[in-house]
């Protein structure tokens, strides 16, 4: 295999490792699942599969398991799978994602189940020969599974999360469309973190004061973490059995649904929960604008927590990107993760109850500021390069996972607008993308819960794909829950 001394940039190595990445991500696989509008042409899929590889060798590789930390490889396979079904997506669809232009429009959140009538297609359908039952052996880093339809095709991407976070999923995926439409592509070379710790990397100064955790700001990963394989078996082992108590009664069953909240639903509540903030600023002469996403995670939060004790504390999970701290080249890319998870103390269900949906939101956009300073992320990843290549489990405070939510925004990565247009078939679609049904898989197939990942929708709206307990549910009863039956 080849050696990890410094290489050019159009030097590969054939086996490397990172100095720094996330813990967490070791044993994941992400699946963007895109449902696109015609029948595209399987030999151009497969063909610019190919052509892709060959510029950038690195998604020819596969996962090393057996070395820690682990490894990757670059190469030339091609992980390209094909199948053609007889029906139509709206048969198979676990999902149903077509919306009215009255629940487009409105101001109302609508709840879509997935379905259980027997025609739709599992999630272990969707990534056919990708996922297997125990979802241990991670494979290729790159793999492509295409389900050709009369009126679509599902095409689902595989990466292990190790090698790319969100934001590398995408740009891998846009720049497969790319070729699709016979552009340019950036040159691809070796990612830095083979040879310099990412927290050598990051640039610019704190714009923010930055208090210790201790005082409530947020927390460091250290504090959440369990290190070693002890932890890393308890929660499989804990996993197998919740599983198996769920089966038979004896807990509650994860559930996962989507919620579309529409584009004036979301406007609404922002304007109302930036007014009040607007008047608190004249008090504290603080100038704050809460962002879409801030209203959007305090809405779920208290929502979640609406019929649990008051005394149960709760951190929010926040899935954070630092790739804006690092300076590159813009004329090349390269491709590993840029992300770690920290988590956002809300205090007690009790606290949350009392306040206002804006002032949780100004909460939760005060840490997230926080969070985003140089010295923090800096820290953070000195802690992940100290633990680099060990098991690292979540573990909430008190050991008590129900108050600890892991939130995941994917919004900020437009698939929605990805078009495969130069592949379809004449006269069978449109080639935009439909529905956005991603996924991060854990080992042995756990739920985290409750979870959520959020996707925008073409029309501004917004997607959750939330799994969660029948008692999270409970705070959602108001709302319309749709379920479409086939005849």
Request: some cysteine.
């Amino acid at each position: 295999m080849g050696s990890l001394e410094p290489t050019t940039a159009t030097e590969w190595p054939q086996e490397y490792t990172l100095k720094t990445n996330e813990p967490l991500a070791q044993d994941c696989i992400t699946f963007v699942c895109l449902s696109i509008s015609g029948r595209l042409d399987l030999g151009l899929l497969e063909e610019k599969h190919r052509e892709l590889v060959r510029h950038w060798p690195v998604l020819g590789g596969e996962m090393v398991t057996k070395k820690f930390p682990y490894r990757m490889t670059t190469g030339s396979r091609i992980d390209f799978k094909h199948r053609t079904m007889e029906a139509k997506l709206r048969d198979v669809s676990p999902l149903d994602f077509e919306l009215t232009a009255t629940e487009r429009g409105g101001n109302k959140p609508v709840i879509r189940p997935y379905r259980t009538d027997g025609k739709a297609l599992a999630i272990t359908d969707l990534f056919f020969d990708a996922l297997s039952t125990l979802n241990l052996v991670i494979g290729s880093l790159f793999a492509i599974r295409v389900t050709l339809l009369q009126d679509a095709t599902i095409i689902a991407f595989k990466f292990p999360h190790f090698f790319v976070d969100g934001e590398g999923c995408y740009d891998i995926i846009h720049t497969y469309t790319d070729l699709l439409w016979g552009r340019e592509i950036p040159r691809a070379v070796p990612p830095p973190g083979i040879h310099k710790k990412l927290s050598e990397m990051i640039s610019g100064e704190d714009t923010v004061q930055v208090d210790p955790p201790e005082k409530g700001g947020w927390e460091y990963v250290r504090n959440w973490c369990q290190v070693g394989l002890t932890g890393f078996a308890t929660v499989i082992a804990r996993a197998i059995y919740q599983d198996y108590a769920a089966k038979v009664g004896l807990t509650e069953p994860g559930i996962e649904k989507h919620i579309y909240l529409p584009q004036k639903f979301i406007q609404e509540l922002q304007v109302s929960c930036q007014k009040e903030v607007d008047g608190l600023s004249k008090e504290t002469g603080e100038n704050i604008r809460l962002s879409k996403m801030d209203v959007v995670n305090a809405w779920w939060v208290q929502r979640i927590y609406s019929g649990f004790r008051d005394s149960l504390f709760v951190s929010m999970g926040y899935a954070f990107n630092f790739s804006d701290r690092i300076q590159k080249d813009p004329s090349e890319k390269y491709f590993q993760g840029h992300y770690f998870g920290v988590y956002l103390p809300l205090g007690t269900v009790g606290e949350m109850k009392a306040k206002s949906l804006a002032q949780l939101a100004l909460q939760v956009r005060k840490h997230v500021a926080v969070v985003k300073q140089p010295s923090v992320i800096k820290d953070n990843l000195e802690y992940l390069e100290s633990v680099q290549g060990q098991k690292l489990i979540p573990v909430p405070k008190g050991g008590n996972r129900e108050g600890a939510p892991l939130f995941s925004s994917w919004n900020r990565f437009p698939f929605e607008k990805l078009d495969f247009s130069p592949a379809v078939e004449a006269g069978s679609g449109t080639g935009r993308v439909l529905f956005n049904n991603s996924r991060i898989v854990l080992p042995m197939n756990i739920f985290w819960k409750p979870k959520l990942l959020f996707f925008n929708d073409a029309d501004g709206g917004i997607w959750c794909q939330s799994m969660q307990l029948p008692s999270h549910w409970q705070g959602f009863s108001d709302i319309n829950e749709y379920e479409r039956h086939t005849v």
